[in-house]
């Protein structure tokens, strides 16, 4: 396993869609495996393969208390949304130290493959569908700042170069 760089915001890269997986291959299972690492590592409950720079329909998730209850989402798509929304403070591993409210579905249902290959759908309330969710943006080349005002996103973007710069000092 391996620690994998996370692209921060403003990288365009950020912005790509994510492709179908065909196959759940060793190559696969290796990635989950480095994904999970560095999720882990990072501090984050999810993580989506476009923040390790591969453009593949993968997310990886974990928000139990004691971080050993591991999700794989393989080509994930939402089935069902609650027509209910609240806002939720949020924070993303690819702009770090940055959190704001995002309004999000109360509950959704997600199609997608496990490791195995095997279909499943997972209801999910609280803090997993935010988490589902957040994570599904990435795939479709959304960061959650693209959810706020102009004004604060853009605040957002200069700050992130700023860190950026210092970091590379």
Excluded at 26 to 37: C, H, P, Q
Excluded at 139 to 160: A, C, D
Aim: a negative charge; glycine letters at 4%; charged letters at 30%.
């Amino acid at each position: 396993m391996a620690l994998l760089p996370i692209l921060c915001y403003p990288d365009p890269k950020l912005h790509t869609v994510a492709k179908p997986i065909d196959a759940v291959d060793e190559r696969m299972k290796t990635l989950v495996a480095d994904m999970l690492e560095t999720m882990y590592d990072a501090k984050g409950i999810g993580l989506a393969a476009t923040q390790v720079d591969v453009h593949e329909r993968l997310i990886v998730i974990d928000v139990s208390e004691e971080r050993d209850q591991p999700m794989v989402l393989i080509n994930p798509e939402l089935v069902w949304t609650s027509p209910t929304t609240h806002l939720n403070e949020e924070g993303c591993l690819s702009v770090p130290g940055i959190y704001d409210g995002v309004e999000r579905f109360d509950a959704v249902h997600c199609k997608a493959q496990d490791l195995s290959g095997q279909a499943r759908t997972i209801e999910a309330d609280g803090l997993l569908a935010v988490c589902i969710q957040h994570e599904m943006d990435h795939l479709l080349g959304k960061v959650f700042v693209e959810y706020l005002s102009p004004l604060k996103r853009n605040r957002i973007k200069t700050k992130m170069i700023k860190a950026r710069r210092e970091d590379a000092r």
